[in-house]
């Protein structure tokens, strides 16, 4: 799917829809593809009306939420870490949490410590405005 930025809100209406309670969404891309700006916007779909940054340099940020069941966002952010140091903080405490929501920005760096039932999207820029989003098929669209 080819969306514009200006479409994004309509796309995190989209994704919702498709999401549950104890979801993983992996985001895959290149740096400025827009991972942390499809977070920005689910968040803001969910009513979330806090500033959401990326989780970089602190690898998690957990926003409460009032949406369908869900009371938190759990942002994960594994671009900085090595694929042995995903043993060295709590995050696989959130896979599963049936009140929560994990999004997980690099999630190729550890793909072998994530569940085999993650929803991924693979961003690809295709100009400044404008990217490709490619959903793993157990999204159902």
Known sequence: ???????????????????????????????????????????????????????????????????????????????????EELTTFGWKDYLGDDTALTIIEWPEIGLEHLPKNIKTIRLEIIDEQTRNFLFSKNFGF
């Open 1 to 83: 799917m080819t969306i514009t930025l200006d479409e994004l809100p309509s796309v995190a209406k989209q994704l919702l829809n498709g999401l549950s309670a104890g979801d993983v969404l992996a985001l895959s891309g290149p740096l400025a593809s827009g991972k942390t700006t499809l977070t920005q916007a689910i968040l803001k779909e969910m009513g979330y009306e806090g500033r959401v940054t990326s989780p970089t340099f602190v690898l998690e940020k957990h926003y409460p939420v009032d949406y369908k069941g869900l009371k938190e966002v759990v942002h994960l952010d594994f671009y900085r870490l090595k694929p």
